[in-house]
């Protein structure tokens, strides 16, 4: 299950590692006080003078088209103010609507459409030539870069919609299917609905039930069958149809392989559709329905002048200690139901991404080795609101061992979610480090170029947030709105504890990737001068499990893969391991995790 249990001031809602069992994954909250600096968004009490040995980056060089940076252009230039009167007014910034974004994965199947993509699985219900299924194939998932391989991914929202049946004053209907549904319980789900139409307007989207964890298999499925009055539908339809509408948050699936699920998210056949009088039943063996995604709530960044967040801060409810936006400051709000001020569309995933920080020289080899962030936000995200926040990074190049062609990373960095307070606040934000974020994905030592990014959900079902306490949905008082944004890197070594290494940067272990694994993970090291080298995993209680290499190694990287076996070629159990490295004056771990 996932928890959530409101502290306060500004809370985190993050994803455990290694639950017992995934659908055991627990959600926990923290509250940062005031004057801490920490990882995630939340009050500390910030000095924004520069660190002497950090670079920072940030503004818009429009002649180059990636930030300024300090060392170069100096530090009251490289920051993100929106005041800098570029021809760009976001000033690089941009804005992703993850709402449901990517490809449409429902569809009809047969056999062979499992065959021809090399999947593990050909997940037909028994006797079937043709049937209903939610999904990626195994090659797709490959490209994809997904860790579990099959199945399906974050951030989904699918539609299978049936043929259009009239509808008249009390007429019911009746709803029968087979099936299987495997996706994490509660928070991944296939909502059987009704959609209720007046001429080709939708009006109304009526929900039969929800579907939600394992239920049943492709050998053995389960049943669903369900009557639907008319008295429910408001306003009156005159026209219906069936809809099977999959939604997915943004963890917790086959893509990160948090949830594995074997052959898919969803199948049916065998549908029967039954309108008054009038009956429907549909096999699959031919195209008859209609398949899409949904419809995001579209990309809403913009820049907002001071007297437009001026009224907004001032509520109600009103901020009640000092601001520290100045000027223009940046923003991805819209109008919404019930509020004077703008806010965030129910079911809206958006992604905000800075422009493009280049490194440059500033690399890890030369002591560049930790990557901080600072923002001046304000909040006002209270959990009736169900509108959450995720600091994060995108960076290139980004490969896996699925998909080896370098590209931009999807949003990666510490796993927990934020909401805010009752009350609005104006805070100085601090993530001290976004290359080893706790509980979350590091940006590796070789990235070349990286965006800043800040994630915003609204939906109060991915948090668990009850029905009668998610009464505000989307009202934000236009928060967040962000101002001063700067991205640092510093060489300080203190900063990165056990990721440097013992006697300078002679030597170095990265971390695995992918981590979390379920197949395989490239274990990668690198020495100055040729040399013995050995590189161990052990589990958790310090036992031997596998010696990858023990021998004379050549200067420069090296590359080795772990396959999750131990010395004896059997497959570990799911669980954390650790990777070591000895090498003449330099000892170094890793934590990794495998998955089963």
Known sequence: MKTIMLLGVLCLITAD?????PLEQVRLIEQMGAGQARNGPGPVGQDLRQIADTTWFGGLNEAEGIAYNSADDGYDTAVWTWDAGTADPLEGWMNDDWAFAGGVYFGRVAADSFTVHGDPYVPMFPGETGQLWLGAHEDEANELGWVAGMGYGNDWCQDAIS?????????????????FQDSEDQYDYTSVQILCYQGSTLVQRYEVARLTGKIGSYQSPATFSASVPYSVFSPAPDMVRLCFHFVSDAAWSDQDGGYDSEYGAFAADDVSFIVGSMSDWYDFDDDTWFFTTCSGAHGHINVCTETQWSTWILGPPAVSGPCYLSGNALYCATGVSGSPF???????????????????????????????ARWDPFYYLPASAATLIRPAFRYYPYTTLENPTPRWSPPLGEAAWHFGDADPECVHNEITSLSHPDGGTPLPDDWECMRLTFELLTDCGSFAIPPDQCDEVGRTNGSPVYDNVRVGITGDPAAVGDETDAGGAASF????RPNPFRHAAAIRFSIAAEGPVRIAITDVAGRHVRTLFDGKASAGETVLTWDGKDDRGRSTGPGIFWVEMSAPGYESSKRVVVLR
């Open 342 to 372: 703008p806010g965030h569309p129910d079911g809206s995933f958006e992604c905000i991404s800075s422009a493009i920080v280049d490194r440059g020289p500033f690399t890890s080899d030369l002591g560049w080795v930790h990557v901080i």
């Open 509 to 512: 272990l990265y971390p695995a």
């Open 163 to 179: 043929p259009p049946d009239p509808m008249a004053p009390a007429w019911g209907t009746l709803i029968d299917f087979k099936y």
């Open 17 to 21: 590692i290694l639950p017992a069992h």
